[in-house]
């Protein structure tokens, strides 16, 4: 059966670690809709850095962005999988992402390469306005101080200096821009199932959306 799973939810809250496992188990195709925001931003940051909305507009009108199997995405044909993950791109795509041609252009790009089924996407709009008919809708969230400790190991385990304090702050003023938006904002759909991993370990959390994955019927 090619099922179509959304996985939205607020910045760390283990979104792409569980989405990319529960695609591998599945055999489907895992869409990270994030780092296309985060092409964006890198593409504005690149170019100077004015976040005002005709710059943000004029740098996403001809940009090409792709995600190939293996979860590189590349900007431009520029391989940018690495440089993608800064905090600074991190806030960037906040930004871009509050502009309505940018969202336009992004769902479009993700509409069309879940069309084929038999894939996980995640991102912040998915089961509310890219995927409003997929077949199993999760809504992953956990404590902003659990979430800033995930988002301090994984840049630590990168190599990037970080601050626990300053990731926190981060953190906090995302979910405000990525929840307070007026297009698309941060929201969990009415038919979505609201997971709390706090205190779930990665493999907890993916056995539970594989046994919901399991009980939907296409
Ligand atoms: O999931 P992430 O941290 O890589 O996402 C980066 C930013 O992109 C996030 O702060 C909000 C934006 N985003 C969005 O607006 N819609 C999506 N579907 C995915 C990400």
Same mark, same amino acid.
């Given at each position: ?48 850095? &004015?976040?005002?909305? &005709? ?15 293996? *979860? ?29 041609? $940018? ?16 894939? $996980? ?5 998915? *089961?509310?306005?890219?995927?409003? &008919? ?24 990168? *190599? ?53 994955? *399991? &009980?939907?019927?296409?």
């Amino acid at each position: 059966m090619k099922k179509i799973i959304a996985v939205d939810g607020p910045a760390g809250a283990g979104k792409s670690t569980v989405s990319k496992i529960v695609a591998k188990k599945l055999s489907y195709t895992y869409i990270d809709t994030g780092a296309m925001y985060r092409a964006v931003g890198l593409k504005v940051l690149t170019r100077g850095g &004015n976040f005002d909305e &005709n710059f943000i507009v004029d740098t996403a009108r001809d940009i090409d962005i792709k995600l190939d199997a293996a *979860g590189k995405i590349f900007l431009d044909g520029a391989n940018v999988t690495q440089k993608i993950r800064t905090p600074e791109v991190s806030k960037a795509a906040s930004d871009v992402a509050k502009v309505g041609f $940018v969202r336009k252009k992004l769902t479009e790009l993700q509409r069309e390469m879940a069309a084929l089924g038999s894939v $996980v996407m995640d991102g912040r709009d998915i *089961g509310t306005q890219v995927l409003p &008919n997929a077949d199993l809708k999760i809504f992953l969230t956990a404590s902003v101080d659990e979430r800033a400790r995930r988002r301090f190991e994984e840049l630590k385990a990168k *190599g990037h200096a970080a601050e626990f304090d300053t990731i926190r702050e981060e953190i906090i003023l995302r979910d405000k821009q990525d929840s307070q938006r007026e297009i698309a904002p941060l929201k969990q759909a009415e038919d979505a199932i609201l997971l709390d991993t706090t205190n779930l370990s990665i493999d907890e959390v993916v056995a539970k959306i594989l046994e919901l994955a *399991g &009980n939907v019927t296409c």
